[in-house]
T-cell receptor, first 114, second 114 residues
Framework: DTEVTQTPKHLVMGMTNKKSLKCEQHMGHRAMYWYKQKAKKPPELMFVYSYEKLSINESVPSRFSPECPNSSLLNLHLHALQPEDSALYLC?????????????FGEGSWLTVV | AQKVTQAQTEISVVEKEDVTLDCVYETRDTTYYLFWYKQPPSGELVFLIRRNSFDEQNEISGRYSWNFQKSTSSFNFTITASQVVDSAVYFCALHTGTASKLTFGTGTRLQVML
């Protein structure tokens, strides 16, 4: 079983809704990530947090707002999304940002925007 | 720039056949790390193996084996005696010191049939 836990597993939201995706890890990792994955494509990096500070934002639209309340939690707040934002959203963590560290992924949240 | 190529889009085999998934990478860095992940239909990206650029020793883990050859910039993955549960998309990925993120290949979908 994965040690990165994501909720909810499935989410359907309207374009005017506000919702959040949640991620939790208890491996003591200090780097956490959000990836977006469209069907039949590899994951694409969205955000990286290192020691609870935003380290990388891959030019993601502002309708996606990440938050890292503490070293174990990572949220992704969603507002005014478009149907093309429907995708699998994967949370991940690693010990830190050094390149040799393995990145461990959660089970993902399947998002559908209607 | 970093690049990972998985030329095989989709592979179908009959159970108990051996199958090799190809991965070719490009990087100018001398220190780098290569990964294989498995993604079953449920969505979770499952970490399988990590190999650093200074360790060309091939590895066997149960029915899985990996062949890393720096001379050809390849990191191939073989499943021996495939099983239906091996059906998934397999991603090869590269992480270097100069890049701040994993570079994924496009993935190979493996279908193991009875």
């Amino acid at each position: 079983d994965t040690e990165v836990t994501q909720t909810p597993k499935h989410l359907v939201m309207g374009m005017t809704n506000k919702k959040s995706l949640k991620c939790e890890q208890h491996m003591g990792h200090r780097a956490m990530y959000w990836y977006k994955q469209k069907a039949k494509k590899p994951p694409e990096l969205m955000f990286v947090y290192s020691y609870e500070k935003l380290s990388i934002n891959e030019s993601v639209p502002s309708r996606f707002s990440p938050e890292c309340p503490n070293s174990s939690l990572l949220n992704l707040h969603l507002h005014a999304l478009q149907p093309e934002d429907s995708a699998l959203y994967l949370c991940a963590s690693s010990q830190n940002l050094l390149s040799g560290n393995t990145i461990y992924f959660g089970e993902g949240s399947w998002l559908t925007v209607v | 720039a970093q690049k990972v190529t998985q030329a095989q889009t989709e592979i179908s085999v009959v159970e108990k056949e051996d199958v090799t998934l190809d991965c070719v990478y490009e990087t100018r860095d001398t220190t780098y790390y290569l990964f294989w992940y498995k993604q079953p239909p449920s969505g979770e990206l499952v970490f399988l193996i990590r190999r650093n650029s200074f360790d060309e020793q091939n590895e066997i883990s149960g029915r899985y084996s990996w062949n890393f050859q720096k001379s050809t910039s390849s990191f191939n993955f073989t499943i021996t005696a495939s099983q239906v549960v091996d059906s998934a998309v397999y991603f090869c990925a590269l992480h270097t010191g100069t890049a701040s993120k994993l570079t994924f290949g496009t993935g190979t979908r493996l279908q193991v049939m009875l």
